[in-house]
């Protein structure tokens, strides 16, 4: 069976519905309140969204810290490149 971009995108989709099915049925699982503090400010969340928040946060720190780098590595190639000719 050939592999084509067609193929790739439904196989990404049907990955990522699966992850939002686990995702939907850990927050509907756990419900139950936590109280959380951060910086004097106190709140109360269900426990699986405190989880999926905790964890799309890190993601968006992740992304940033690699946008910062790929723009980093991008400046230093075209400085090299500038510097070859």
Same mark, same amino acid.
């Given at each position: ?20 099915? #686990?995702?939907?049925?850990? #927050? ?20 699986? #969204? ?28 075209k400085r ?6």
């Amino acid at each position: 069976m050939p592999f084509t971009r067609a193929g790739a995108l439904w196989s990404a989709l049907i990955a990522g519905f699966v992850v939002l099915i #686990v995702l939907l049925v850990f #927050v509907t699982q756990n419900t139950g309140p936590v109280d959380l503090t951060f910086l004097g400010w106190t709140w109360s969340l269900p426990l699986g #969204v405190a989880i999926l928040l905790a964890a799309v946060s890190g993601g968006l720190i992740t992304a940033l810290a690699g946008t910062a780098r790929i723009f980093q590595l991008r400046r230093a190639a075209k400085r090299t490149l500038a510097a070859r000719r």
